[in-house]
Each structure stands twice: as structure tokens, then as C-alpha cells.
């Protein structure tokens, strides 16, 4: 969306507090978490949050290619976060860029500190993350997305990981951030929980946040992955314990 | 309780480490796995798929994390050195046991025993490990069921890959059978349902190659309107507990 | 899950119902799994459809945007058919550079859309020799259950029958209009399997699959393109009989596709 930088910044926050799509600064997006609607994969996930679809697949513990990335001591965590050419607005060319390729390194390092990958000593878990449909916060869309497909494809972990990004918005602190308030928002923090131990084990920053403002947003961002955490367990319930019905939606 | 199976400790605490169901067998609370790959343990019979053939051994696909190795001093052959492929292909199926499992991953699997050998015809069914004890049932019943229902022989690898035999029909029967399991596998009355629904395919006074389509065998056997079942032996489903004291 | 080698006794069986008429799933050799297409499922692309065969799974979108056209064809539009087989969709493919796979996919697509004349191309041209529109149908396969080709087929020109040209938002127009879809093709895929000849096939009935032959259709009843792939042989009367069964589930095809359109 860089041509549009000479228009007018739109009003993100309302006289009564409201965003531009009617939100509070605290509240979520809408989110929709369905788990297991992939039939090859050893675990998926499909996430639909605000105007973002994701789609997430595990493979493995499997053995490794290439095989000198294997690990005498522990199963290997790859992850690749892809972004399909017609998920934002100007056609992305396909492929990995170094944005991509930052955003895969960080989340299996995420996946890599709550897996017990020591169970699975010289094997390839392998974490796709599919975007389909971009609108801010695609890396957290993707961690809990590929979180739920870890966890139905019987990985063991210290627990499931919540994400979600904290932003800036007309000077004030927000959760969640959609496009719009991105592109002019003042500061972006996405951030991923372990719940059980109360830790991130994923956090990036940039722009502008006294410290002030950083540390509320850390109590914003860790009691909306909360919240997040609540829906990542109830897709989990909803897929093994009614029985599986022909699938709708991807 | 003690830490069982699928769970960890921190702090005095006890978490599950996989989305599975609790099991509660004093002193050990544990975690069953509802999905995920097959994990071996020794004494596991397993049905494989030759992978790869070297001088001295041939690698097994198990649905394990890891392939299998099978040692030509496993078998009942005598394989010269580099001869391997003289007796099993990439692509041949075989039934083995699992022998060893090692720090490093490995698994050893043997070909010696019982019941164990290459596969010759019939066909493999891949479900989820997870539901291999209810397709074998309490006391092997639910495989009695579908075999004796539909003349198919079997044979149950505990890593999901179960081996069909006996005449196309049969097995197909028999597949079916085995579908109704991977899809109604968490409720309870599964056995009941499994058999009124052969019996009311059962085509044995019809003859003739004509069979309805399996959907429509399906719903005849299955009404949509069959109330939920309370889920019997099984514990609510409890995935990623955390924050339980025990 | 189909991760390891098919084993060759699951072959010999799929061979073995095929000589009775009979395939794995209970379908009969000429029965098409059930076929759902959902277009505008991504509100970012400019077109763009979901479509399932059985379980198998493929999303397309359709981008168009300003650009140059070839120098040897000044008045025409660019149009670009860019398959994608994520290693997400299946436990056979490896990330990386598009596989022979993939690109095979895309050009049996490609050639179907343009042998059909699905767009006219001259149409989609601003200023000859400077300035035109560069159509970009995407193809993302989510899961691999068999049958990719009519999938993406499918996909492909159900976007481009949704899309919509964006004029306005490029200052190519006073608003934007809908992308004119002149012929709509779909791709008809079948197997070998002994001396059977069965449509749709299924993951596990490729792996069996003695040739493959996918023909490409279109509403006027004509012949646009053709593929055989994978390792086996057809006779010309095979051919000609596939053809024929093309054309009848072509039909079926489109109208599931259109009637999807509402």
C-alpha cells in the first residue's frame, strides 16, 4: 500500500474511543479456528481472524531432508511461511523473500522452545504456514494456526502457543491491529505466549513506544493471547470429540 | 500422581504435553494421545513398507518418526551380502515386530516370529494409530465382528496399517467397516453399530455383481437422526489441560 | 495419510477392483467425485475461487495489474498461469523451486484458457506497445488428494469468471468492471488401471495409475487441449472414447462451476 502514503491518514480513533471498524483499543478481531481440515497432513489448522485466512499444516516427526540438517539429539523444527501471490492488495511474487524467511525463522524458533523435540532425536517436524488472505498480524494468524495443527498432529509440547500483535494507534496503546491502522498506525509488537509458564517465546517491535507505553502493551498483548488460547483449545475440543462430518470450509 | 505418559511436571504441577485423554491408573496419571503418528514400543507387530534395500538390511516405512531398519539376520532367509533385493522389493509389505528402540531413534525391527513375513496379496488400510484399539476391540471383538461378517481376513498393525485378505468384495466390506471406526471412533456403541451396519449390507441373498453405492449402504445403516452417545469408557476429552493441581 | 510408498499389494488391489468395475472409494469408473466450487473466497485477489474434488483442495486468485506487453504481440494483454503444489498439501512434495510437477500443472491449465480463447486478450490492451493488463491467475494447492489438474483447472477459470478489473483503483478508468470470460473451459482427468479407463482419479489410484490423459473442453463442444502424462500407453480409440466422456462430465463441470456463480 505504499502509493496511497500521499492521502490523508483516516480517522483511526473515534471522540468515544471506538476504531475504525467499531472496535475498543482492548478488543480482538473476530476469529474463527477450525483444526484438522487437511487429509494429507499429520495435523492443520485453518484460521480465519478479522480479514486474514491462513492455513496451517504439520508433517512429521518424519525423517529429515535434506539429511544433513539432521540432529543427533532431537527432532529439527523447519517452518515455512509462504505468502500466496493474491493475498495482498499488489500481487506478491511468489517465492521466498527475506521477509518471509525472517518471519519462518522466528516462529520455529517459538515452535522450538516449547516442543519436546529431544522425544524425537534425529527427525524433521515440519510447520507450513499457507497465507491465503492478508490483513495485519499474518505472523500471529500463522503461529496459532500451525500451534493447533501441532498439537492434532499428537506432538508433544509444553503447551499451545497464543499470539497476537499490540500496535499504536492515534497515540494510542491497541490490540490487534487490522490494515488500515497498521499502515498509519505508530508501532507494531507481535508477541506469542507459552500460557503455562506465563513467558514469550516470540516478540519483535518496531516504531515508536516510551517504555511506559511498551509495558502496558505487554499486559494488553499477554491477556489477548489469553483470550486467543480459550479459541485454540475450543477448535481442539470440537474436532475430537464430535464425530468428523463431511468438512466445510478449507 | 506421578507423571505418566503424555504429561510433564513443572513446579509440583502435572500438564499435559499432547492433546490426548486423561488416564487416570494410580500412581500414574497419563495422557493418551488422539492423534499423531505411530510411536513404537517393543512387541508392537507392525506392518511396513520397504523404503529403501542395502547390502545388509532394508528400510522399513512404519508411519514412525523414523524408518525401521530390518536386518537380513532378522529373517528366515539366508541374504548374501548385497542380495537383498533378491527377497524384498521397495514397494513389498511385510508384518514385523518391533525389537529395540534406541536412544538415538532407531528402531529394530525383526521378521522373525509368528504370524510375521512378507505380505503376498490382499491390501492395507492406514488409520489413525490412535483408534487401533477400538478397531480391534475389547478382547479382539470388533475384528471377530468384521471378519466373520464379511469373510475378510485381517491383520492389525498397531502402528494403523491393517492388512485385508480374501476375495475383492471381502476386502472392500471389510474397508468400509474400518472407515465407520476412523469416523465414529470416540463414541461408545461403536461394536453395536459396526455390526448392524454389515448385517444390513449383507448381500449374501442377493448374488449378482450389482452393490448400491456405499453412500447410500451408509445411510440406510447410520440414520443421521441416532441421538449422540455418552462417550462410555472414555474420559471427557481435555486437551493441553493446564493449571490442574495434583 | 499416504506418506509412504504406496505398497505394491495396494496397487495389485486397485487393480484387482478395476477389473470388476469397481475402485476403492465405491465408485464406479465413470463417477466423478462430489464437486464444490466457492468463488470470491479471497477478498484480497481481484477473482478467486475455492474449489474441492472429493478431498482434494486448490484455491485460486486472479491479480490483474498495469504493465508492458510483449514486443511481438503490441496489442495484446499478458495472461500468466502460475501453479503452486505447497509442500503444505502433500507429504511427496519438497519446498523450493517449482517442481516439473507444478510446472506441468500450470501449463496444461494455461494452454486450456488460452487455446479456449477464454479471454480476449486484445481486450485487456490500454495503449499498443505501451501499456496493458497483465492477468496473473495464481493456483494454490492446499491438499493433495488426486486429480490436481482439473482442481486447478477448475479453480483457474471460475477466478477469472469472477474477477473483476480494477480501472479505478490503477486510474485506468472510472470504475472498475468485470473481466469478460468468452469461452469457459474445464479439463477432464483420467487413469489407466489394467484394462479400465476411470475418471477422477484418486490419490492412491495415481499411484496405481498405468497413464494418465486429461482433455480439456469447453462449452461449444470443442476439443482445446489434451495432456498425457505418467508412464503408460493409450490406443487412438481409447482416445477417442475418453473424449466423448470428457465432454459429458465437462458439462457436469461448468455447471457446478456457473451454477456456483449465482
Not at chain 3, 180 to 203: A, K
Request: glycine share 10%; aromatic share 4%.
Amino acid at each position: 500500500m505504499g502509493s496511497v502514503g500521499a492521502k490523508d491518514v483516516p480517522v483511526l480513533l473515534s471522540p468515544e474511543g471506538l476504531r475504525i471498524d467499531g472496535r475498543r483499543l482492548d478488543e480482538l478481531r473476530p476469529i474463527r479456528i477450525q483444526a484438522g481440515p487437511l487429509h494429507q497432513a499429520d495435523g492443520s489448522a485453518f484460521v480465519e481472524w478479522g480479514a486474514n485466512k491462513v492455513m496451517a499444516a504439520v508433517y512429521g516427526p518424519r525423517e529429515v531432508h535434506p539429511r544433513h540438517l539432521q540432529q543427533n539429539h532431537k527432532a529439527v523444527i523447519q517452518c515455512k511461511y509462504n505468502m500466496a501471490a493474491f493475498s495482498v492488495d499488489e500481487r506478491k511474487r511468489p517465492g521466498l523473500d527475506r521477509r518471509s524467511q525472517e518471519i519462518s525463522k522466528v516462529i520455529a524458533e517459538a515452535f522450538e522452545s516449547v516442543v519436546f523435540a529431544e522425544e524425537f532425536p534425529r527427525t524433521s517436524i515440519d510447520v507450513y504456514i499457507e497465507v491465503l488472505q492478508a490483513n495485519a498480524g499474518t505472523r500471529c494468524a500463522g503461529l496459532v494456526a500451525a500451534s493447533v495443527a501441532l498439537a492434532d498432529a499428537g506432538i508433544p509440547m509444553v503447551d499451545l502457543l497464543p499470539a497476537v500483535a499490540v500496535g499504536k494507534v492515534a497515540g494510542q496503546i491497541a490490540l490487534d491491529l487490522k490494515k488500515e491502522e497498521d499502515n498509519f498506525g505508530e508501532a507494531d509488537l507481535p508477541m506469542a505466549l507459552v500460557p503455562q509458564s506465563g513467558r514469550l517465546v516470540l516478540l519483535q517491535m518496531e516504531g515508536h513506544m516510551t517504555p511506559e507505553e511498551l509495558s502496558r502493551s505487554l499486559d494488553l498483548g499477554v491477556q489477548g493471547c489469553k483470550a486467543i488460547y480459550e479459541k485454540m483449545k475450543q477448535a481442539l475440543r470440537d474436532r475430537y470429540t464430535t464425530a468428523r462430518l463431511p468438512a466445510e470450509g478449507p | 500422581m506421578k507423571p505418566g505418559a503424555g504429561t510433564y511436571r513443572v513446579g509440583g504441577k502435572l500438564y499435559a504435553s499432547v492433546l490426548g485423554l486423561l488416564s487416570p491408573r494410580p500412581p500414574f496419571l497419563s495422557v493418551v494421545p488422539l492423534s499423531g503418528r505411530y510411536i513404537p514400543k517393543a512387541g508392537d507387530t507392525v506392518i511396513g513398507t520397504v523404503t529403501d534395500c542395502q547390502t545388509t538390511f532394508w528400510l522399513l516405512d512404519i508411519g514412525a518418526p523414523r524408518w525401521a531398519p530390518l536386518h537380513v539376520t532378522g529373517t528366515p532367509w539366508k541374504v548374501e551380502v548385497g542380495e537383498t533385493d533378491h527377497y524384498l522389493h521397495v514397494g513389498d509389505a511385510v508384518v514385523v515386530r518391533v525389537e529395540s528402540l534406541e536412544a538415538t531413534g532407531r528402531i529394530g525391527v525383526t521378521m522373525l516370529g509368528e504370524g510375521l513375513g512378507k505380505l503376498e496379496d490382499g491390501t492395507i488400510v492406514i488409520v489413525s494409530p490412535a483408534r487401533i484399539p477400538r478397531v480391534v476391540g475389547r478382547n479382539g471383538s470388533m475384528i471377530q465382528t468384521i471378519t466373520s461378517h464379511t469373510g475378510a481376513q485381517m491383520a492389525v498393525g498397531q502402528n494403523g496399517r491393517i492388512w485385508i485378505g480374501g476375495s475383492p468384495e471381502a476386502i472392500q466390506r471389510a474397508r468400509e467397516a474400518l472407515e465407520m471406526i476412523e469416523e465414529h471412533g470416540q463414541r461408545a456403541g461403536l461394536s453395536d453399530r459396526v455390526e448392524s451396519y454389515l448385517v444390513s449390507t449383507d448381500r449374501t441373498g442377493e448374488r449378482g455383481p450389482e452393490r448400491p453405492p456405499t453412500e447410500t449402504a451408509h445411510r440406510d445403516a447410520v440414520p443421521h437422526e441416532l441421538p449422540p452417545e455418552p462417550a462410555g469408557d472414555l474420559e471427557p476429552d481435555e486437551p493441553e489441560t493446564n493449571s490442574d493441581d495434583y | 495419510m499416504s506418506g509412504e510408498v504406496a505398497a505394491e499389494i495396494r496397487t495389485t488391489h486397485i487393480l484387482d477392483l478395476a477389473a470388476a468395475g469397481k475402485r476403492l472409494d465405491g465408485r464406479g469408473p465413470d463417477d466423478y467425485r462430489p464437486v464444490s466450487v466457492e468463488p470470491g473466497f479471497v477478498a484480497t485477489a481481484d477473482g478467486s475461487a475455492l474449489v474441492r474434488i472429493g478431498e482434494t483442495v486448490v484455491v485460486s486468485g486472479v491479480k490483474l495489474e498495469p504493465g508492458k506487453p510483449f514486443p511481438d504481440t503490441p496489442n495484446a494483454g499478458v495472461l500468466t498461469t502460475n501453479a503452486e503444489l505447497v509442500p503444505l498439501s502433500s507429504p511427496t512434495f519438497e519446498p523450493g523451486p517449482p517442481q516439473p510437477g507444478a510446472i506441468e500443472v500450470s501449463r496444461v491449465v494455461d494452454r486450456a484458457i488460452r487455446a479456449a480463447e477464454s479471454i480476449d486478450l486484445t481486450r485487456l490492451c490500454v495503449t499498443p506497445g505501451e501499456k496493458t493488463w497483465v492477468c496473473y491467475v495464481d493456483i494454490h494447492v492446499l491438499d493433495h488428494s488426486g486429480n490436481l489438474i482439473d482442481a486447478a483447472m477448475l479453480a483457474g477459470i471460475s477466478a477469472l469468471a469472477h474477477s473483476t478489473v480494477p480501472a479505478k483503483r490503477f486510474e485506468l478508468g472510472e470504475a472498475d468492471y468485470p473481466l469478460e470470460v468468452q469461452h469457459f473451459p474445464v479439463e477432464c482427468t483420467f487413469v489407466r488401471l489394467g484394462d479400465s479407463i476411470v475418471v477422477d482419479p484418486s490419490f492412491d489410484e495415481e499411484q496405481a495409475a498405468q497413464g494418465r490423459l486429461t482433455v480439456a473442453t469447453d462449452e461449444l463442444g470443442r476439443v482445446v487441449a489434451m495432456q498425457k502424462g505418467l508412464v503408460g500407453a493409450f490406443s487412438p480409440d481409447d482416445v477417442r472414447e475418453t473424449v466423448q466422456r470428457a465432454l459429458a462430465h465437462g458439462d457436469r463441470l461448468r455447471k457446478r462451476a456457473q451454477g456456483g456463480s449465482a
